[in-house]
């Protein structure tokens, strides 16, 4: 089982829809929880991190920890074109010196 | 801004070349790392280092070998290319105190025929 499981879709979506991303992990010592968004060809850039459970808020974007069922969420409000790409969450443990990310969900908003 | 960079775009190489990636990086981290991404398996990690000529094995450290002589520069050498090595190749740095936030390079996708 992979530490951190995520539905690699593709999702198709109309703009303006609100999105909402998955993903699971298993290690019950993760800390950290980020999410990464990747456009096609380049390299992830880190969009949100939370740590502990709960919501964390930053325009459009909402990510959302549930420790108790281990669960990350990220939604998107009034999605936009331009926020087709691949998102990828990803974990770690505090002091620990790796990452552990999830497959990555490819999503694209259809105007 | 932090800025993370690859020696290269697009490699092409042949099996059984010996191949280096390099990546530098702007905003002297102490952390430096190697991913490899594939379609279905995601970023798997491949080596990352916490120092300069420190380094530790990741996940899939097999094939690979990798070298940190100063603190901004970390290469990934292919000892000996493979099809199987064919892949996009990430860079990341970090710093040690902020390790909720990796900064990635923009990738080399390399094909070895």
């Known amino acids: 089982q992979k530490e951190v499981e995520q539905d690699p879709g593709p999702l198709s979506v109309p703009e303006g829809a609100i999105v909402s991303l998955n993903c699971t992990y298993s290690?019950?010592?993760?800390?950290?929880f980020m999410w990464y968004r990747q456009y096609s060809r380049k390299g992830p850039e880190l969009l949100m991190y939370?740590?502990?459970?709960g919501n964390k808020e930053d325009g459009r974007f909402t990510a959302q920890v549930d420790k108790s069922s281990k669960y990350i969420s990220l939604f998107i409000r009034d999605s936009q074109p331009s926020d087709s790409a691949t998102y990828l969450c990803?974990?770690?443990?505090?002091?620990?010196?790796?990452?552990?990310f999830g497959q990555g969900t490819r999503l694209t908003i259809n105007p | 801004d932090v800025k993370v960079t690859q020696s290269s775009r697009y490699l092409v190489k042949r099996t059984g070349e010996k191949v280096f990636l390099e990546c530098v990086q702007d905003?002297?981290?102490?952390?430096m790392f190697w991913y490899r991404q594939d379609p279905g398996l995601g970023l798997r990690l491949i080596y990352f280092?916490?120092?300069?000529?420190?380094?530790e094995k990741g996940d899939i450290p097999e094939g690979y070998s990798v070298s940190r002589e100063k603190k901004e520069r970390f290469s990934l050498i292919l000892e000996s290319a493979s099809t199987n090595q064919t892949s996009m190749y990430l860079c990341?740095?970090?710093?040690?105190?902020?390790?909720?936030?990796?900064?990635f390079g923009p990738g080399t996708r390399l094909l070895v025929l």
């Open positions: 939370t740590y502990s459970s």
């Open positions: 990803a974990s770690h443990i505090q002091g620990a010196q790796k990452l552990v």
């Open positions: 990341a740095s970090e710093r040690t105190s902020r390790q909720e936030t990796q900064y």
């Open positions: 280092s916490y120092d300069v000529k420190m380094k």
């Open positions: 290690n019950s010592a993760f800390q950290y």
């Open positions: 905003m002297d981290h102490e952390n």
